[in-house]
């Protein structure tokens, strides 16, 4: 059992930023009193998003995968991978135009950035989790970086989950073209502080306010720390208590899921 003391820092906080794979669920199963937490979050008016570096799904898919498992949330409390890239870029080169390898979430978010597909000579090659990947493709997008395209990968995963077994992710996608053209991929997604930088302004909470609950020691919790943000490890995903051990740097508090947020408590 957490002591209670712990779980009150925690429910005090006013902004919460929530990892889903692990967190929320695991594959298309709902974990244990995530439904309980996240109506404890809207009754408590608090600030919350659902952050995934998985660039792949719109948030009206993300919306709907969650509406499936029996839970109503709004638009508003999605952030992905896909949509800090998009922020990212804007950022960096208002209405520019790029070469996207990725899903419908990749391509809705660079879209509505104001960014055009370009396949001639664009400003860069983004890529993200794909399905449509081809040997033409990487041919295509390593003579683009040759030419001056810049290379942005949605988020450094190299695998994802899947049930019974993994999907190679974005860094292990995007590492033939880095390979053949001797660049480096930016990355935007966990655990880069960018994302969490551009989720806590959405969220419009201080982040000293502001909690990161996740699941992974090497993405969650390495970005919370570097944005200097609160962390909350749950042991309910990839995590054991012994994982904390193989990091030179620990979470700020450690429970087994989301359920002792709300259950129990008294
Ligand atoms: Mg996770």
Redo the contacts with the bound molecule.
């Keep these: 059992m957490v002591k209670k003391s712990i779980i009150d820092k925690i429910r005090n906080k006013s902004g919460f930023i929530c990892?889903?794979?692990?967190?929320i669920y695991h594959g298309d199963k709902i974990l244990d009193g995530v439904k309980e937490f996240v109506s404890w979050l809207k009754s408590e008016n608090k600030k919350f998003v659902f952050l995934?570096?998985s660039s792949e799904r719109t948030i009206k898919e993300l919306q709907g995968k969650l509406f499936r498992m029996g839970l109503d949330v709004g638009p508003e409390h999605f952030y992905t991978s896909a949509l800090a890239t998009a922020a990212f870029l804007q950022s960096q080169k208002a209405n520019g135009s790029a070469y996207i390898i990725g899903e419908a979430g990749l391509i809705n978010a660079l879209y509505n950035a104001g960014y055009s597909s370009n396949n001639i000579d664009p400003d860069y090659v983004v890529m993200g989790e794909a399905r449509s990947y081809s040997y033409e493709v990487i041919e295509k997008a390593v003579n683009l970086v040759n030419h001056g395209a810049r290379l942005v990968g949605t988020n450094p995963d190299l695998t994802g989950?899947k049930e019974n077994g993994i999907s190679p992710a974005t860094k292990a996608l995007i590492s033939p073209i880095e390979l053949a053209t001797g660049k480096q991929a930016y990355f935007v997604g966990k655990p880069n502080p960018l994302m969490m930088r551009i989720a806590l302004k959405r969220l419009g909470v201080k982040r000293e306010d502001t909690i990161i609950i996740?699941?992974?020691m090497d993405?969650?919790i390495v970005a919370g720390i570097e944005a200097e943000i609160d962390t909350c490890l749950v042991l309910s995903?990839?995590s054991t208590e012994k994982t904390i051990d193989e990091f030179a740097y620990h979470p700020h508090y450690v429970i087994q899921g989301v359920n002792e947020i709300v259950k129990n408590y008294k």
Aim: proline fraction near 7%; charged fraction near 35%; hydrophobic fraction near 20%.
């Design positions: 990892d889903m794979d692990g967190v995934t570096n989950p996740g699941d992974r993405t969650d995903g990839i």
